[in-house]
């Protein structure tokens, strides 16, 4: 089972992000939440890395998510993260930051679920 983290300060766009992928990718993944950037930084290590990331930009602060990203590609840069986030005017800063996807808020199921799937796909082949 891989491993994913989800990152975002609003309890309702954490619980709606994890029923997304328990709905359309049920037993991939074992989810684990946080409702800070800081707090996932504080849980990562070199020998429990999480397979895969979707992190806010804004969680607390503007740009936590890009720091969380950068330090998950810091420590290997083959895991995909995918950046959910209302701060459309920083998509740039988002995606310099190694970011694979960035969605703007608000998005549907959908979307979400096309992007992990994309980022799967990607990810698979690139190893």
Do not use: W
Not at 7 to 27: N, P, Q, S
Not at 41 to 62: F, G, M, Q, W, Y
């Amino acid at each position: 089972m891989q491993k994913l983290f989800i990152v975002d300060d609003e309890e309702t766009i954490l619980k709606l992000i994890r029923t997304v992928i328990e709905t359309f990718f049920a037993g991939q993944f074992e989810i684990i939440t946080f409702e800070s950037a800081d707090t996932a930084i504080k849980a990562l290590s070199e020998d429990s890395l999480p397979d895969l990331v979707i992190t806010d930009n804004s969680c607390p602060r503007k740009g936590d998510g890009c720091r969380l990203v950068s330090k998950v590609k810091g420590l290997n840069p083959e895991i995909p993260t995918i950046v959910i986030s209302g701060d459309v005017d920083y998509r740039h800063e988002i995606m310099a930051s190694g970011a694979d996807i960035f969605l703007p808020k608000p998005c549907g199921a959908d979307a979400i679920a096309h992007a992990v799937d994309s980022v799967l796909q990607h990810h698979s082949v690139r190893r």
